[in-house]
């Protein structure tokens, strides 16, 4: 009898009847899900919904279960469910899951190019890959929206912002030197490799209250945690010679970069409108060393060093000549390394770093000396909380130490600054639809003994699946230009103040955005010479300056891109507008500065040709006149220049060459031979004037990269 | 005695209980991965596959302590993120995948060859999903997750499949190719004729596509 009870009570699990549970399975809005998995919990039970969302499964539990539905891109869910009889007429709704097609980014003033992020508007290949800019990174910006092209003079002109009010930014460094050293009427190029950073953000405005010390934009690079590839690479062009080598093992990696430059034969070939006595030659060599000493911790330190030197006659208005022999030897060291990690599942993150840079210019100009050196150091710490909800807190500081000297015409000036600044930032997600980034800095200079607060702001609202409209406001603080504080030790900051409308949809690889932007300008130095205006832009500041210069600058821009409707072609087009007139420097009266040009037009076409392994790719960039300075005109700088036109072609080509990847490429820079004026430069009695345009009218480059990687093939020794 | 009697029925019964488990774990797990095996490979129906992942899935949430349901439903979502129609739907399913094969690592408890393949395999497909974008990152993952597996087992043959099936379809500019891959194909081939799976439902897939890529490659 006993053993009759154990057997029963072995067999009963199994005697219990079949019972059925069944219902639908939809999202919030009541949408069917086809193919959710539906089941209860702890057994095998359970089925897939069909193309009505319905489910329908027998099962043999008692009482009570969990029912679990998971659907691919939505929240589990679960509830427990009485069984004793059947469960029908279930109705499961179930929550999507956070993503960046749900849930609301926070966009304003932001452009972003990055591999991580998949809506970004730009890949970093994108810059390498665009005609007319060079492989240059402020080359590629220079054709996104909100930036204005000024040719003779290198930096990013951003809404109505001369070059001085953008900052450049690695790893959330400020890079003292971005450009190779300037020279009179000659746009120097940016001193870093595209190929260095896996995204780049260029914001045009209302930045987060991370960044300070520019008025306009910053330009964000972030370097790669990774080499790319293992082995031996070789670039060689009309301009350079190159060799990198990379090298990884499981923690640690190393990348070593040496290069000679030497620009005579490329302008043997290629007319200039430079009068070069001797051309450009350049050497350089940086070391990057990652180390990945914890789970989540990466260790980068980065060191460069470069010198050049060269000699021209430039063109010189106050010479009888009309000319002015300058020579420049320039030597640039930059050291940075960062260390960021993240504990707790990411719920504390935390980066830090600290940099070095160190900039001589030796430079002669009618043989008087116009030395220049400069030197800044910084530390930098971010101490970021991710709370519940994707909510998030920020708060961090960074010190700086500027040292800088100044000859002019034979006369020394020196400046010590030291900077610090700190910040606390939060991002609150009201709903997923609601977001908004509510920011603070504050920041303190020893040479301006004074200190100043800069609220920032940003919305964002999902307007629909691939639909937002964003909305930034802000302060933005920046020193004076050092030139004048070199005299004068009583001068404050300048300010602008932002406010930025946005809105965008990204679908389907298309993009379309529209910006419409206000900023005032206040505080601005003001010069007083009691004498005309000197349009010399190298002539060192005597007049008695002030703060009292203000000014404005509003307009628009318009970004639309497509990568889908036509296979391998991609195209975009930006559109620029914007107002500004400015009371600063030595102006008398409000007016529109030169570095403005009230309309910019960008097209960029690129196709990639299978078949023959080539991309190619075309930009056409218009710009509207600029205003100069005619000494002849009453009115003040109510001159302007015609338009400029630019149409450059660029083909590069990928080839196997034994087993190895080369990379052939060429350009042609304004192709039509447009011949662009940038301004005019009158002399003194005002009785004859000269163009300044670029440096060469139409030009051509060559060139090719080897990548001599082991991990490309299969060689005898992996089988 | 009778005492004893009574703890060893309970003993006997809680013993039947677990091997019914047991048993009906190997069942289902057979029945599925038969399933998996026998859709069309080179372009599966995704309405089947979501069954066969869904049903690895809820094998997964009852088994709590086995890795291999994990693996087979990470597996069942790589597949369903190749066979994707959009760039956003692949994404979906090969996320799924990689939470998946975290959970697997983490129930195996120690390294594991056969779930590091997969997440190679996962990587693959992420990669080939938008190649352009995802190359450097994806193929360094790629890369990464074999030479891990190969450390803990050289002679499991889906690293080598795998190694041939990523040559074969890259370009010949990047060093890739019909050509490029013969040789690793090959040597898949050797190793899967020597390769014995720990158990019936442990990992032996690919000795189908390495045949079928290495006829292509002697085209």
């Not at chain 1, 039970?45 to 009570?64: I, L, R």
């Not at chain 1, 989540?296 to 010479?319: C, E, I």
């Not at chain 1, 030197?375 to 930098?380: C, F, G, W």
């Not at chain 1, 919305?459 to 691939?466: I, L, S, V």
Request: overall charge positive; charged content about 20%; aromatic content about 12%.
């Amino acid at each position: 009898m006993k053993l009759f009870y154990c057997l029963l009570f072995l067999i009963s699990p199994f005697a219990y009847a079949q019972k059925t549970v069944s219902g639908k399975v939809t999202d919030k809005k009541g949408n069917a899900l086809p193919g959710a998995n539906v089941f209860l919990k702890g057994t095998y039970d359970g089925t897939t919904t069909d193309a009505n969302g319905t489910f329908n499964f027998q099962t043999s539990q008692k009482d009570t279960a969990t029912l679990a539905a998971t659907y691919v891109g939505y929240e589990i869910f679960e509830r427990n469910i009485g069984v004793k009889d059947n469960a029908t007429d279930l109705s499961i709704s179930l929550e999507e899951i956070a993503n960046e097609l749900n849930t609301v980014v926070i966009t304003a003033g932001a452009f972003e190019a990055s591999d991580e992020k998949r809506m970004a508007m730009l890949k970093p290949l994108d810059i390498v890959t665009t005609a007319g800019a060079a492989a240059d990174i402020t080359g590629a910006m220079q054709f996104l929206p909100g930036a204005q092209r000024v040719g003779e003079q290198e930096g990013l002109f951003v809404r109505g912002g001369s070059g001085l009010e953008t900052k450049v930014v690695i790893d959330g460094m400020i890079v003292q030197n971005p450009f190779f050293s300037s020279l009179p009427d000659v746009q120097s190029r940016g001193r870093f490799n595209p190929f260095m950073f896996k995204g780049t953000s260029f914001s045009t405005g209302g930045y987060s209250a991370q960044y300070g010390q520019a008025l306009s934009s910053v330009l964000l690079l972030n370097t790669t945690d990774k080499v790319n590839n293992n082995g031996l690479g070789i670039s060689l062009n009309l301009a350079n010679a190159g060799l990198n080598y990379d090298y990884a093992t499981k923690n640690q990696s190393i990348s070593a970069v040496a290069y000679y430059g030497n620009l005579k034969p490329l302008f043997a070939l290629v007319k200039q409108n430079v009068d070069w006595v001797q051309a450009p030659e350049f050497k350089g060599s940086s070391l990057t060393y990652r180390l990945k000493p914890t789970k989540n911790g990466l260790l980068k330190v980065y060191g460069m060093y470069s010198d050049s030197h060269l000699s021209m006659n430039s063109s010189d208005p106050l010479s009888e000549s009309g000319k002015t022999r300058l020579d420049l030897e320039n030597k640039n060291a930059f050291f940075t390394s960062t260390y960021t990690d993240s504990w707790k599942d990411g719920r504390w993150s935390l980066n830090s770093g600290f940099s070095y840079s160190r900039n001589n210019d030796n430079t002669t100009l009618a043989a008087f000396n116009f030395d220049r050196f400069d030197e800044r150091t910084q530390a930098r710490l971010v101490l970021s909380r991710l709370l519940s909800g994707n909510n998030t807190l920020l708060i961090g500081a960074e010190a700086h130490a500027i040292r800088l000297k100044n000859g002019f015409g034979g006369k020394y000036y020196k400046l010590n600054d030291r900077y610090a600044a700190a910040f606390v930032e939060s991002e609150i997600y009201i709903t997923r639809q609601l977001a908004g980034r509510i920011g603070l800095r504050t920041e303190y200079s020893s040479l301006l003994k004074d200190a100043n607060l800069a609220p920032r702001l940003s919305f964002a609202y999902k307007t629909g699946r691939y639909s937002q409209f964003s909305l930034a406001a802000g302060q933005f603080y920046q020193n004076p230009d050092y030139k004048y504080l070199y005299t004068d030790k009583n001068l404050h900051y300048e300010r602008a103040d932002h406010l930025i409308l946005n809105y965008q949809i990204i679908k389907n690889q298309r993009t379309f955005r529209i910006e419409a932007f206000h900023k005032n300008y206040a505080q601005l130095v003001r010069e007083y010479t009691g004498q005309h205006f000197d349009a010399d832009p190298y002539r060192f500041p005597w007049g008695e300056t002030n703060n009292a210069g203000k000014g404005y600058a509003s307009g628009f821009d318009f970004f639309w891109r497509d990568q889908k409707t036509i296979k391998n072609f991609d195209y975009w087009v930006t559109y620029s507008f914007v107002d500004s007139k400015r009371l600063f420097q030595q102006f008398e009266k409000s007016v529109t500065p030169t570095f403005i040009s009230n309309h910019n037009i960008s097209l960029i076409a690129k196709k990639w040709i299978e078949k023959i392994t080539t991309n190619v790719s075309m930009t056409y960039a218009f710009t509207s006149g600029r205003p100069y300075y005619n000494p002849n005109n009453d009115k003040f700088l109510a001159d302007k220049t015609a338009p400029t036109h630019n149409v450059n072609l660029q083909a590069s080509k990928l080839q196997n060459v034994l087993g190895n990847l080369v990379v052939f490429y060429a350009s042609v820079d304004n192709i039509l031979n447009t011949k662009n004026v940038f301004t005019y430069r009158y002399t003194p009695d005002g009785k004859s004037r000269y163009a300044v345009g670029p440096q060469s009218y139409r030009s051509f480059f060559v060139g090719m990269q080897i990548m001599l990687s082991k991990k490309a093939r299969v060689t005898k020794d992996d089988i | 005695m009778k005492r004893t009697i009574l703890t060893a029925f309970a003993c006997l019964a809680t013993v039947c209980m677990v091997l019914a488990q047991n048993e009906k774990y190997t069942q289902a797990m057979t029945a599925n991965i038969q399933a998996l095996q026998g859709l069309d490979k080179s372009k599966p129906d995704a309405k089947a596959l979501q069954e066969i992942a869904n049903q690895f899935e809820r094998i997964a949430a009852a088994e709590t302590k086995e890795w291999l349901p994990k693996y087979y439903a990470a597996y069942s979502n790589v597949m369903l993120g190749f066979v994707g129609v959009s760039l956003e739907e692949k994404d979906k399913y090969l996320d799924k995948a990689d939470a998946l094969l975290k959970e697997a690592e983490t129930l195996a408890g120690k390294p594991n060859d056969e779930i590091l393949v997969m997440r190679a395999f996962q990587s693959q497909i992420h990669l080939a999903a938008d190649a352009m974008n995802r190359w450097q990152t994806d193929g360094e993952k790629f890369n990464g997750y074999l030479s891990s597996a190969k450390a803990i087992n050289a002679e499991n043959p889906r690293i080598y499949y795998l190694e041939g099936s990523s040559l074969f379809f890259t370009p010949e500019e990047y060093g890739g190719g019909k050509k490029a891959a013969k040789p690793m194909l090959e040597k898949a081939t050797q190793k899967f004729a020597s390769f014995k799976p720990e158990s019936s439902i442990h990992p032996d897939w690919g000795k189908l596509e390495t045949e079928w890529m290495l006829a292509q490659s002697n085209q």
